[in-house]
């Protein structure tokens, strides 16, 4: 199937880091949250304004985790995103994680769609908020995104992801495509179209 658009997650999936658990220092409370969330157990709105309260991420350590995103890649994502793109496929990075982080990763990628949650900052960097009106921090904000992004637009489309949050954007694409190769979810193995452990596996899927 040649797409022309590919929808891929982040965390787990582009890299091998959960940015949320890394910006808590290992907290067991908070990676017990975040994985509850990613195996569909607890709804992604009952966990998002509590882990980032817990946290108080400052702009300082929301920078430093954008460099370690960088540093973080699963094997094989740049040329799969380079490959991509040198086909004509418009690659998008949709995820609930943090827009600031996100975007750093996006630039050495080369990657200009970002769908992210901003965070807001006081003057002195300490944490104040995230963006309460994005789809992205409650459950099928994903499948809102990607619906809206093919409203305005016509062709294939796939999703890359790992989580159960990933998962729910199924419905809103022509191949859903489960990746396994930091994380194993048996609910996303049970359930994609396909299901890989290498990201260089979805190109003979996808062009």
Sequence with gaps: MTCRFVF???????VTIEGIDVLADGNPAIAKLTDAAMN??????????KRLEMIRPSK???EQLGALYVRSLVDG???????????GVIVHLVTAGIEQAIRKLADALNVRSVHAVK????????????DRRSFLTRPGGKELVVRDIRARSHGKAAFIGDGVSDLEA??????????????????????????VTNLRDVLHHLL
């Design 8 to 14: 891929f997650d982040v965390d787990s999936t582009l």
């Design 40 to 49: 569909g157990e607890i709804p992604l709105d009952q966990v998002y304004a």
């Design 60 to 62: 300082d350590r929301v």
């Design 77 to 87: 994502a740049k040329e799969t995103i380079a490959a991509l793109q040198d086909n």
């Design 119 to 130: 965070l807001a900052f006081d003057a002195e960097g300490n944490y104040k908020d995230f």
């Design 170 to 195: 199924k419905p809103a694409v022509d191949l859903f495509i489960g990746f396994g190769g930091v994380v194993v979810r048996p609910r996303v193995k049970e359930n994609a179209d396909l299901y």
